[in-house]
């Protein structure tokens, strides 16, 4: 068995090869975006590229430690370094220091340390110990009160700083439960949460409940429910809104139209409950919580967007969205990092050529707006060879992952995976238009050391797991 | 835990379809989409225009006839404006703060941008102060503007002016943007591009805030200033001048050329304006009110007004019955107050008679010409009227009449030279002969003719049959300018032995005894070759005018006047050319009392009438 000895055989060179060729080309563009042609030499460490340059360093001998431990130290110190993770993100909170508004920075030294992308890392580990662990079947209730508090106590702490764009990346372990059997209609609640949330931000809910209603009443027919039933329930909700709106009509203001619209659905319901436990009938039962759900999540939604979110972050969602056009307000941003990888064209201006990074007129040009570079100076094809790395790296991982024996790894390498496709989403979406702009990097990419050690460890320790695989029996 | 294996095709699905979301999205904006090339030039150049000054003018003899003076537009870009102290900006500026307003949205409505013009011309004075306020003031910033300005208010309708360039100007030639200013008319307009120079540009790399960073690739698109080239214009300002006062009290035009070169030397149109009122803020409401005018005083009259040449026509017929030999100078007529053919009757004066060819020039006896016209239109070598006529045309045309001289100068008109077709048209083929066209005999009917082709015919006979195509332009940045066009002798078709008794009755019609018409234009020592005419006017009193050319061997200046609505040729038009003539070779005017005939010429009228 000596590959099973050999860690250099075991370890999958492709992945790595991934890891260095974005590392590399991202620290080529960390430097294009911060020289300006003639001054600085390569090794200019009060620069940003210098800078990253030290902390790839790091992160090569960081790769080495995790490959001299042993790979059964993971599972073993996942929940203490879970633990270690919660009590750095409360210190952060009281002896963080506060920058672009979040309180998510620690300063030790001159360095700048940013706990809650590490946060991710150890999450997925704990996560990992927990969903592996003996008898653990996510369908149970309890199981999913663990698992949901594992993934929302950093979370939670983190939209405290508040840094909203992080907060978001934990529900990409939502994908995780998905790939170890998290039930299928609640993925589906999910999708359907997430349209209802972006239409309720473009038309108002007066209008939004009623379409529910009427959708609801389709879906009950699809699922064999006898027409005279679905009859029923459309004129319980039908009756009494009429009965209202004539009183209304005949002066009396009794009360306002979303109230009507509410008592008539509730009635509807009722009704519809009534029917369901006549039929017996299951699928009644799921339509009829989901509609309940649906009409609380919209209703909420609606108030947290109006009462909690920040301005500017409701102008951002509304700027993605197209409900507001301001290329000079909000919009600036997106519009600027349009005009920079549009003007890359097919084949780029070349390397430190581009104008529009370089002259700042993309904000955050080698943190989160790192791929603007990418497009103006390398164009069409240097933009989509990253885009082809991101995907090899998912699709590599996925099988890798699928190759594992044991439960610990393979839950670990899609924590890994989902993090890395909403990071990667996300980041190159909101530089393209197609997301709001939400401030998180882009993996192996931007600037920052915080960003880069996390990333590196997140797939290193995998790579580690991996490599080990064999010697574990399932 | 294999019960889940296939979700992990979702996952693989995922990524593959995000991957092909974005690298589409890529292509669209990357490839497909051109809009975002250009913002991202705008985004990070700054075009610094430098305006060139605008080049000179001066007359023939070097006389400075427009020079610039310093103007300067306030400009503002509203995307650089920041809050600053509106107070003290509206009272440098003497506006309300309504006013301010009012102007900040509108350069808004322009755009965000953009430069453009905050406040045009402001004074000189309150420039100065603003020029060292200016850093206080954010997104405002001065542009210096071409005003010209005229150190002798004469011959507004030679120079032209310069105005704000027009939506088409800037659609017509990228050279120009929004505020700039542009030769409107005249020679600002025929000479645009010489005058003008050419706009400098600076592509300076900016960054977000609008900071400059450095010339933009070293300064490769950079275009240095070129400033306008000063030009000499064929003009004498002492005759332009002289003529214009003579002119004040008149209706007309006065044009003189220099027969061996083809230079204008004086363009009058009366009335006069002041150039020094077409510039500034208020140009456009002078202009405006100057429309009004009944008098029309923007009209030019020299190049514009097309008239019946009168009995100065009977030269050319003259001219043309000698070359096709239907007469000859011994050629003589009987008069008895007029010509008589078959019920038409063309009424004369009171002369001697019978008269031979000079004699018939020197008393301008409509007889002769009557009978001179049959002729040529009963030419026993054509085969009928209709083919002599067309030759008769051909040698007219050959005078540039009928057509476009072809000046240097904009808005000249043709005037007009009837055609055979054209009688076709009125009276049916064949049915039209000399009775029916006779007016043209001497001078009226169909014919139309402009001043300066006047003043050109009148050069011709000077030069005994050849034209230089009439021009102002002398010199272009102080080098003689010899354009192709402006030196070739355009030859008549008459040959130059037919032009000697012509010339001869010009100069008996002068110089002659009693009878001739033009004696009034007699000076001393000088022999001046002239001819009266008078226009009939459908709408009024007829029109006074006059040709000559002076000395009658080796002409220096041919001219020709008219004068609106004042009867006889003799009157008015001859002793203005004569005292022009004379202001021109001799230096200096001997006759005032002539002088002061004309200067009061249409108060002694008024008198009279009353």
């Known amino acids: 068995m000596t590959r099973r000895d050999n860690i250099l055989l075991n370890i999958d060179w492709f992945t790595v090869f991934l890891w260095v060729a974005l590392v590399v080309f991202g620290w080529m563009n960390i430097y294009s975006a911060n020289i300006m042609k003639g001054d600085g030499t390569v090794m200019d460490f009060s620069q940003r590229y210098g800078k990253q340059f030290i902390w790839l360093l790091v992160s090569i001998i960081l790769i080495l430690i995790i490959f001299l431990l042993d790979a059964k130290f993971f599972p073993f110190f996942a929940y203490l370094l879970y633990g270690i993770t919660i009590v750095t993100l409360l210190a952060v909170l009281v002896f963080g220091k506060e920058i672009n508004g979040a309180k998510s920075w620690f300063v030790i030294g001159g360095f700048q340390f940013q706990p809650s992308e590490f946060a991710k890392l150890f999450t997925a580990l704990a996560l990992a110990r927990l969903l592996s662990s003996y008898g653990f079947v996510l369908k149970n209730f309890k199981s999913l009160v663990l698992a949901g508090s594992i993934i929302l106590a950093p979370a939670l702490l983190i939209m405290v700083q508040p840094d909203l764009g992080s907060m978001m990346v934990y529900f990409a372990f939502i994908f995780v439960l998905y790939r170890e059997g998290f039930p299928q209609n609640l993925m589906v609640l999910g999708s359907i949460l997430i349209i209802l949330f972006v239409i309720t931000l473009l038309v108002e809910k007066i209008y939004i409940l009623p379409v529910i209603w009427i959708i609801a009443l389709i879906v009950i027919k699809l699922f064999k429910v006898p027409l005279k039933s679905v009859l029923y329930i459309f004129a319980a909700g039908i009756l009494p809104a009429g009965i209202l709106v004539f009183f209304m009509q005949s002066g009396q203001q009794v009360m306002g139209y979303e109230s009507v619209i509410l008592i008539s659905i509730a009635a509807s319901l009722l009704f519809a409950l009534i029917i369901a436990i006549r039929l017996r009938n299951n699928n009644l039962y799921k339509i009829i919580a989901g509609m309940v759900i649906s009409i609380l999540f919209v209703i909420s939604v609606d108030y947290a967007i109006n009462n909690t979110l920040k301005e500017h972050q409701k102008q951002r969602i509304y700027v993605t969205l197209g409900i507001e056009d301001d290329p000079q307000g909000v919009g600036y941003n997106v519009n600027q990092s349009k005009i920079a990888i549009g003007s890359g064209g097919f084949s780029g201006k070349g390397f430190l050529n581009g104008t529009q990074t370089k002259l700042q007129f993309v904000p955050e040009q080698s943190t989160d707006f790192i791929f603007c570079t990418v497009g103006e100076e390398w164009g069409f094809i240097g933009a989509s060879a990253v885009v082809i790395l991101f995907v090899l790296m998912i699709v590599r991982l996925v099988i890798l992952s699928e190759r594992q024996r044991s439960d610990f790894s393979r839950i670990y390498g899609y924590g890994f995976i989902s993090v890395l496709i909403v990071h990667f989403t996300v980041n190159v979406g909101m530089t393209i238009g197609l997301f709001p702009v939400i401030g998180i990097p882009l993996p192996f990419f931007s600037y920052g050391g915080s960003s880069l050690l996390a990333f590196t460890l997140f797939l290193f320790i995998f790579l580690k797991l991996d490599s080990n695989r064999k010697e574990l029996l399932r | ?610």
């Open chain 2, 1 to 610: 835990m294999k019960y889940f294996d296939n979700r992990k095709y979702v996952f693989i699905a995922i990524a593959i379809i995000i991957g092909l979301v974005f690298i589409t999205k890529l292509f669209l904006l990357q490839v497909v989409e051109r809009s975002y090339k250009v913002s991202a030039e705008n985004n990070s150049q700054r075009h610094v225009v430098t305006y060139p000054s605008r080049g000179l003018i001066y007359d023939r003899n070097g006389e400075l006839l427009v020079s610039n003076q310093a103007a300067y537009d306030v400009m503002v870009s509203p995307v650089n404006v920041s809050e600053f102290d509106t107070t003290e900006f509206c009272s440098l500026l003497g506006i309300g703060r309504d006013n301010f307003l009012e102007r900040l949205n509108r350069a808004k409505n322009y755009s965000w941008r953009i430069n453009s013009v905050f406040m045009k011309q402001v004074e000189f004075k309150i420039a100065a102060v603003l020029h060292e306020k200016m850093y206080k003031f954010p997104g405002f910033t001065l542009q210096s503007r071409p005003l010209r300005t005229y150190p002798r208010p004469i011959a507004s309708h030679v120079l032209g002016y310069i105005g704000e360039v027009n939506e088409k100007n800037i659609q017509s030639d990228d050279y120009y943007s929004a505020g700039d200013y542009i030769g409107v008319i005249g020679i600002e307009k025929s000479y645009e591009e010489v005058l003008r120079g050419e706009k400098g540009l600076k592509v300076y790399l900016k960054d977000v805030h609008n900071r400059i960073i450095g010339p933009y690739e070293e300064g490769k698109y950079d275009m240095p200033v070129k400033v306008g080239r000063d030009i000499a214009i064929s003009l004498d300002a002492e005759i332009q001048e002289y003529a214009e006062t003579l002119m004040q009290p008149f209706i007309g035009s006065v044009v003189a050329i220099e027969p061996s070169s083809g230079e204008i030397l004086t363009m009058v149109s009366a009335p006069t304006v002041n150039p020094n009122l077409l510039i500034g803020r208020n140009l456009g409401s002078t202009i405006k009110k100057l429309s009004a005018d009944t008098l029309n005083p923007l009209f030019n009259r020299a190049v514009m007004a097309q008239y019946p040449p009168g009995s100065t026509f009977k030269t050319i017929n003259a001219l043309v019955g000698l070359q096709e030999g239907v007469i000859t100078t011994e050629t003589s007529y009987y008069c008895d107050y007029g010509f008589y053919y078959r019920g038409i009757h063309v009424g004369c004066h009171n002369h001697e008679t019978p008269l031979d060819l000079i004699g018939g020039i020197q008393n301008s006896c409509n007889t002769y010409f009557c009978n001179v016209f049959r002729r040529i239109m009963e030419n026993p070598g054509y085969e009928n009227t209709e083919e002599s006529f067309n030759h008769w045309r051909d040698h007219v045309t050959s005078f540039g009449f009928g057509e476009k001289l072809g000046l240097d100068f904009a808005s000249e008109l043709k005037g007009n030279i009837p055609t055979a077709s054209y009688y076709d048209r009125y009276y049916s083929k064949g049915h039209w002969n000399f009775l029916t066209i006779l007016s043209m005999a001497i001078g009226q009917g169909e014919l139309l003719i402009t001043p300066i082709q006047m003043a050109n015919m009148t050069a011709t006979i000077a030069n005994r049959g050849y034209y230089i195509t009439p021009h102002l332009i002398k010199k272009i940045d102080g080098q003689d300018h010899i354009d192709e066009e402006f030196v070739r002798r355009n030859f008549t078709t008459i040959d130059s032995s037919n032009f000697v008794p012509v010339v001869d009755g010009m100069d008996l019609a002068v110089n002659g005894g009693p009878g001739s018409t033009a004696r009034i234009a007699r000076i001393r020592d000088i022999t001046v070759c002239g001819k009266t005419g008078t226009a009939e006017n459908p709408h009024g009193e007829d029109h006074s005018i006059f040709i000559a050319f002076a000395p009658k061997d080796d002409p220096k200046i041919a001219l020709a006047v008219y004068v609106e609505n004042e009867g006889f040729g003799g009157t008015w038009a001859a002793p203005i050319a004569s005292l022009v003539i004379e202001k021109y070779l001799t230096g200096e005017v001997k006759r005032t009392w002539l002088e002061n005939y004309v200067r009061n010429g249409n108060t002694n009228d008024e008198e009279t009438e009353e």
